[in-house]
């Protein structure tokens, strides 16, 4: 079953602009990761936060989480055509023999 | 990067057929595989974690004697779509983990698109 729902479901924005997707996940975690998927491809993993922490950064990419509300929020700043892709949260639930639960997914479209 | 591949990228066969699909960890080791089933714009729903030299462990409601999963070695397994329905068309992503250490994170690869007539 799926543990986190993200929204949007879908983010239509212009090149440059930042693009703002929330996960949000039901049980206690051990970690929660950020994934991104190309239309009909794999999926690239883009950032890794663990629940001892509030806020990562990785080059345009900045991830935040609160443990309190159960909700995680990923950022991408100045966007770019490239940046269109679906996005999708990722957790470990705390004691699970370190399984992926995904979220139901951000379709991003990036304008040029 | 560690890197995982997988064959054939894409399959159609005719209902009734068995599919093998494979993935491999090309340049890591890994125990612990995972296989992923993903129907059109949906997410990705975990089938099954193939675990070398034992048992797959599927999830609530995938039938293990459908889905026939080997990991005969630390860098290949195998997930066997049998019999297959036209219901069973979908994206099949695995995954790999990398063997031992505190690694958390697991590697994807490309998907096999599977049609099923």
């Known amino acids: 079953s799926q543990q986190g729902e993200e929204d949007p479901q879908a983010l239509s924005i212009q090149e440059g602009e930042n693009a703002t997707m929330n996960c949000s996940y039901k049980?206690?975690?051990?970690?929660l990761q950020w994934y991104r998927q190309n239309s009909g491809r794999g999926l690239v993993h883009l950032i890794l936060?663990?629940?001892?922490?509030r806020e990562k950064h990785s080059g345009r990419l900045r991830v935040t989480l609160d443990t309190s509300k159960k909700s995680s929020s990923l950022l991408i700043t100045a966007s770019r055509a490239a940046d269109t892709a679906s996005y999708f949260c990722?957790?470990?639930?705390?004691?699970?023999?370190?399984?992926?639960?995904f979220g139901s997914g951000t379709q991003l479209t990036v304008l040029p | 990067g560690a890197v995982v591949s997988q064959h054939p990228s894409w399959v159609i066969c005719k209902s009734g057929t068995s599919v093998k699909i494979e993935c491999r960890s090309l340049?890591?080791?890994?125990?612990?595989m995972f296989w992923y089933r993903q129907f059109p714009k949906q997410s990705l729903m975990l089938m099954a974690t193939s675990n070398e030299g034992s048992k797959a462990t599927y999830e609530q409601g995938v039938e293990k004697d459908k889905f026939l999963i080997n990991h005969a070695s630390l860098t290949l397994s195998t997930l066997t779509v049998t019999s297959a329905h036209p219901e069973d068309s979908s994206f099949y992503i695995c995954?790999?983990?990398?063997?031992?250490?505190?690694?958390?994170?697991?590697?994807f690869g490309p998907g096999t698109r599977l049609l099923v007539l």
């Open positions: 995954s790999a983990r990398v063997s031992g250490g505190i690694q958390e994170t697991q590697y």
């Open positions: 990722a957790t470990v639930l705390r004691g699970s023999a370190r399984q992926l639960t």
């Open positions: 049980t206690s975690i051990n970690n």
């Open positions: 340049d890591f080791q890994a125990t612990t």
């Open positions: 936060i663990r629940s001892n922490e």
